[in-house]
């Protein structure tokens, strides 16, 4: 039985976490969270300690591991928020355990080469959840691309629209610098996914960025990839919001949908007894989707083509006439 602690334990994705470690029969010995609305502890681990403040968290795990190395940590589980993933990683490979870590691995490319360094330095290691990877449904057009001719350019169509209310603008993941941007937030686990099956990126064009609307073409090896993210209840197909549906996700893969909206239950446990046998996604498999990521909220934005994203309205296009040259203006 191996021991895992966990920071951000009162986010969101936690409770898979919880439920993974508990599923392949490990044990919880601390959490952290400064929030705490932490009951979901009781349905899993209702003895482990909880510590608000970081500080105390640290000395605790410190304490354990001087008293006794066999009953310290062998894994820190990272849900905290974005910003704060390299830094718990940090903390993990230097108190002596492996760091398992939620998406967006890290923020910027750069991050990753100095994990690395640490990782060498300390001979623990680094994994990131990347539960797609692990689909049955995914698995195989992996394996029906890679016999598919290598010269083929297929066309793909990403739409996910999934709504947010006020709320989220004062949170963390409004705040780019801390999130990464709405293609971080919700976008990371796709193009993570697209890059694995369809291979290295070519070029990354933007065509639209906005606190809570981004959308380009990404062209890869094997694809292009057009592309549309938002928060935003008014981008939702009619028929979904007459449904009373507050979330839509569409991929087509040469205009055919690709379905791939069931089998999610047991992912981040999949993860987790592959993490466990020794394999796992480590620092290079996260990569490139934070390279698209990071060049998707740093690339200057370019007027939409004709083969942008269907989504991607443009309300008024107008031509003006400014002396030497005409400049389109899109509003």
């Keep these: 039985m191996k021991k895992f602690a966990m920071t951000g334990v009162a986010g969101y994705i936690a409770p898979r976490h919880l439920k993974a470690i508990k599923d392949t029969n490990n044990e919880l010995i601390a959490a952290l969270d400064p ?77 990753i080469d100095a994990l690395q360094e640490i990782e060498n330095e300390t001979g623990r290691k680094v994994y990131n959840i990347l539960q797609l990877r692990e689909h049955e449904a995914i698995i195989a057009l992996k394996d029906k691309i890679s016999s598919s001719p290598s010269d083929h350019k297929h066309d793909i169509m990403l739409t996910y629209i999934t709504t947010r209310g006020q709320w989220y603008d004062h949170a963390w993941k409004g705040d780019i610098e801390k999130s990464g941007g709405v293609a971080t937030n919700i976008g990371v686990h796709f193009f993570d996914m697209l890059s694995w099956i369809f291979g290295k990126v070519q070029k990354n064009n933007i065509y639209l960025s906005e606190p809570r609307r981004v959308s380009g073409l990404l062209e890869l090896e094997n694809a292009n990839v057009r592309w549309f993210l938002s928060l935003d209840t ?56 934070i390279e698209i990521v990071h060049d998707i909220r740093n690339t200057k934005v370019n007027s939409p083509t004709d083969y942008a994203h269907p989504n991607l309205v443009i309300k008024n296009s107008i031509v003006k006439n400014n002396g030497k040259k005409k400049i389109k203006v899109f509003n």
């Design 234 to 289: 008014n981008d939702l197909p009619e028929e979904v919001v007459n449904k009373g549906i507050r979330t839509y996700r569409s991929l087509s893969i040469d205009d055919a949908e690709f379905n791939f909206s069931d089998g999610f239950t047991e992912l981040h446990t999949k993860v987790y007894e592959s993490i466990l046998e020794g394999k796992g996604y480590g620092l290079d498999s996260s990569r490139q989707s």
């Design 35 to 111: 929030h705490d609305s932490v009951g979901i502890l009781d349905s899993y681990f209702p003895n482990a300690k909880y510590f608000k403040e970081f500080e105390r968290f640290d000395r605790h795990l410190e304490k354990i591991k001087r008293n006794s190395k066999q009953n310290a940590i062998d894994y820190l589980t990272i849900c905290s928020p974005n910003y704060l993933h390299d830094a718990h990683i940090r903390f993990a490979l230097r108190t002596g355990a492996d760091a398992i870590c939620e998406k967006p691995l890290v923020l910027n490319p750069w991050n």
